[in-house]
């Protein structure tokens, strides 16, 4: 079956730049969304065909896709973009999520 | 503005079917989307379910194939999600979502979750 990888953690100082990577065999080939959930709440919809941004997501979030990694990027990142954040994608017919990454902003 | 909501039973025993239902207000699910369900252990990661097209293509999981079954009922504007044979390992936050399909999957509207529990 089809696995995405993604950094158990990653930590960013308010106003820098954060970095989560989501590494599967051919990512690049497939289409990679992202999701944000923060506690005690349902994931949310940021990044959807690799690279756009759902409506009403905040123009520092984007995305990438290419080789076997995808990365959702946070610039000028903020505390409450704290939480933890989910790479997806679709093969072979079944849904895979990433096991996640809690991102901290110190 | 599309809303999820979902309902069932906060306990299952060992052996039983837990059975949950999404009701879906702001959009008909008979116009287009599949409707599913995803799921997160406590402390843990999501996990994929299924999902079913509004005309009846369906997916699911291949780890839960054999005990899942996910119906529209297009008449209440409302699907639900059986899965038998429960076991502790399928306590979780059980959540129901709207998913574009096709070339590419992304679930953009999600219900707030309901928390199952199995006893071990």
């Known amino acids: 079956s089809y696995e995405l990888t993604q950094p158990h953690s990653v930590s960013v100082s308010p106003g820098q730049t954060a970095s989560i990577t989501c590494s599967g065999d051919?990512?690049?080939?497939?289409?990679v969304s992202w999701y944000q959930q923060t506690p005690g709440q349902s994931p949310v919809l940021v990044i959807y065909?690799?690279?756009k941004r759902r409506s009403g997501i905040f123009e520092r979030f984007s995305g990438s896709n290419s080789g076997n990694t995808a990365t959702l990027t946070i610039s000028g990142t903020q505390a409450m973009d704290e939480g933890d954040y989910y790479c997806?994608?679709?093969?072979?017919?079944?849904?895979?999520f990433g096991g996640g990454t809690k991102l901290t902003v110190l | 503005q599309v809303q999820l909501q979902e309902s069932g039973p906060g306990l299952v025993k060992p052996s039983e079917t837990l059975s949950l239902t999404c009701n879906v207000s702001?959009?008909?699910?008979?116009?287009?989307?599949?409707w599913g369900w995803i799921r997160q252990p406590p402390g843990k990661g999501l996990e994929w379910i299924g999902s079913?097209?509004?005309?009846?293509?369906?997916y699911y999981n291949p780890s839960l194939k054999s005990r899942v079954t996910i119906s529209l009922h297009t008449s209440k504007n409302q699907f639900s999600l059986n899965l038998t044979s429960v076991t502790a390992a399928d306590t979780a936050v059980y959540y129901c979502?709207?998913?574009?399909?096709?070339?590419?999957?992304?679930?953009?509207?999600w219900g707030q979750g309901t928390l199952v529990t199995v006893p071990s």
């Open positions: 079913k097209f509004h005309s009846g293509s369906t």
């Open positions: 979502a709207r998913g574009e399909g096709g070339s590419y999957w992304a679930f953009d509207y």
């Open positions: 702001g959009y008909s699910i008979s116009t287009g989307y599949y």
């Open positions: 051919k990512l690049g080939d497939k289409y």
């Open positions: 065909q690799d690279i």
């Open positions: 997806q994608a679709w093969d072979s017919s079944t849904v895979v």
